[in-house]
């Protein structure tokens, strides 16, 4: 099959462009200077060591599966790290055909510094670029190139800058998923001003959910009356959505408020946020009322939802 010539050009024209970012990359890392992390080792003898500290004693076939290694190129390096002292090898007693090895002292103390090192390293690296964007590329070459890695969801209180990012990202998805004006911006900065002029902060809360790192939602609690709390200010990004963060977010909400001592709990929202009714729905609210509305530029059903927190 003749492969058209424009196509044959943008494969190059690819194929480039990723060499390119290889190059990059190494130099970055420094993979170019020969040693890594200014050790005497390469990144693969480095990666052996990192590999050799996480267990006791490790079978020199599983060490070469572990890292994909050529069979000669791991005898050759195995025996440098044996007459350095880094590591014994001997026959396993299992099966007298294995070879087992395991890191001396000396051994082990060289994988810890390569792992401060290397931790210093990044960290420094990531002192100076906007964190979450670099992470969120990390992991989209990462599902790319090798399959879509394990997902941590976490739900923790807001840290400084938080809130600010909660106003920034309800007025940039709502606008672009359905092209709200700035006054919705606008309403969620004063409720999150509320919220941090709050009289009685055991009667109220807010939650950052974290996917792998990265903020990817948010939710709060607010007293309404002395009795009712108003849930607030849900969102989940839609790249991290259909995993369950918005029913996570709101199951805090409801544990929060009955904790506080909270009878009812309410929430305000609009007929075309359908994802986040099935949310509240799912969580055992009922809507209460609803009338047209012009709200943020468009005519919309304003909606009230509530639900009782005995039991």
Known sequence: MTVPAADSDLLADQVAAVRAFNRFYTGVIGLLRGRYLDMPYSLTEARLLFEMARRDRMAVADLRRAIDIDAGYLSRVLARFETGGLLTRQRSADDGRRQDVALTGAGRAAAAELDARSASEVGELLAGVDRPRLLAAMREITGL??????????????????????????GAVYAADYGWDSGFEAYVARIVADYLQAADARRAGCWIAELDGVPAGSVACTPEDDTTARLRVLLVERWARGLGIGGRLVSEVLRFARQAGYERIVLSTYDVLVSARRIYQAAGFTLVSEEPTRSYGHDLTAQVWARSLAG
């Open 145 to 170: 190139l090798g399959g879509p890695p394990p997902r941590t969801v976490v739900l923790r209180p807001p840290a400084p800058g938080d809130l600010g990012w909660v106003v920034q990202r309800h």
